[in-house]
């Protein structure tokens, strides 16, 4: 079983920048994909970012959706088993509850059910 914890979650202004931590810890072998969602109350659940890796496979990839592609990159640190989001020219709309999710599959980009495992989220405010 993994346990993931994000964390970096505040309250900002518009344009201002955040950056989100994710570490896994429990049965970490083999993660290679983890992604962030989002989710405000009466919205469907949105991914912001998916990447993928392998043992053999240097550098990995990353998949970003139009609406936050150019504003947010996902980084690693593989011997912290941790991910990180860095969110750039925040907006009133990013303003959601955030939540890592990890699995050893690979699959469609950003297709929730492929993920097993899920942080418990951090919120995000964005004021204009």
């Known amino acids: 079983q993994v346990q993931l914890v994000e964390s970096g979650g505040g309250s900002v202004q518009a344009g201002d920048s955040l950056r989100l931590s994710c570490t896994a810890s429990?049965?970490?072998?083999?993660?290679?994909?983890m992604a962030w969602f989002r989710q405000t109350p009466g919205k469907e659940r949105e991914c912001v970012g998916d990447?993928?890796?392998?043992?053999?496979?240097?550098?990995?990839?990353?998949y970003y959706p139009d609406s936050v592609k150019g504003r947010f990159a996902i980084s690693r640190d593989n011997a912290k088993n941790t991910v990180y989001l860095q969110m750039n020219s925040l907006k009133p709309e990013d303003t959601a509850i955030y939540y890592c999710?990890?699995?050893?599959?690979?699959?469609?980009?950003?297709?929730?059910?492929?993920?097993?495992?899920w942080g418990q989220g951090t919120q995000v405010t964005v004021s204009s």
């Open positions: 990447t993928r890796w392998s043992d053999t496979w240097s550098g990995g990839s990353t």
């Open positions: 429990g049965r970490t072998s083999p993660i290679y994909r």
């Open positions: 999710a990890s699995t050893s599959s690979y699959g469609r980009d950003c297709y929730g059910p492929d993920f097993r495992s």
